[in-house]
């Protein structure tokens, strides 16, 4: 092969990163996060995956979901359980269990649960960093299916007035609802 076409070697392997094994039912120390009425933990940091990603487990149930928003990195959905109405530039489609979207960075979206029953949904965010937005912008609960508490409307200004603030430190920007 010419030289001009030569591939850079792989780097070393970093021995300083390790294997993780993640059990959100069974992990006390994993963060579970009440945020918009649903609880997301995070299973997989950008600490953890030297910022290429970070894995967060969903649980969103009926009528639950985030508002319309948008962010600089791409985001995917794999459905575990459920189903959600997915909302991308405006256009609404079912995403069932066993399926998977992507959603590429800076367009608007948005996932509602409309169905009866609670949804589970792994979220991949590559790169890593909204895991930190749900820590500083949510509220610590005990167990991954734990639902938030339920704020009264000065609290929920609060959290607005928060999410909003905090939204352009971690490349996203929350939109009207339409």
Do not use: W
Request: net charge neutral.
């Amino acid at each position: 092969m010419p030289a001009s076409l030569a591939y850079p070697p792989l780097p070393p392997d970093d021995l300083k990163r390790v294997l993780t094994i993640t059990q959100p039912d069974q992990d006390k120390n994993l963060p579970h996060i009440g945020l918009v009425g649903d609880t997301y933990t995070i299973l997989l940091t950008g600490d953890q995956t030297a910022g290429r990603f970070c894995l967060i487990d969903m649980h969103v149930p009926p009528g639950g979901g985030p508002p319309p928003h948008r962010h600089d990195f791409e985001e995917t959905f794999i459905l575990l359980e459920g189903e959600i109405e997915a909302t991308f530039r405006g256009k609404k489609t079912t995403v069932r269990a066993r399926e998977t979207i992507n959603i590429p960075a800076n367009a608007p979206h948005q996932f509602h649960n409309s169905s009866s029953e609670p949804v589970r949904l792994l979220c991949i965010c590559s790169p890593a960093g909204q895991e930190k937005f749900f820590i500083e912008v949510g509220t610590p609960v005990a167990t991954r299916t734990t639902p938030p508490p339920k704020p009264d409307p000065a609290k929920m200004a609060e959290f607005i007035a928060k999410a909003q603030a905090l939204a352009p430190k971690y490349r996203t920007e929350l939109l009207k609802k339409a």
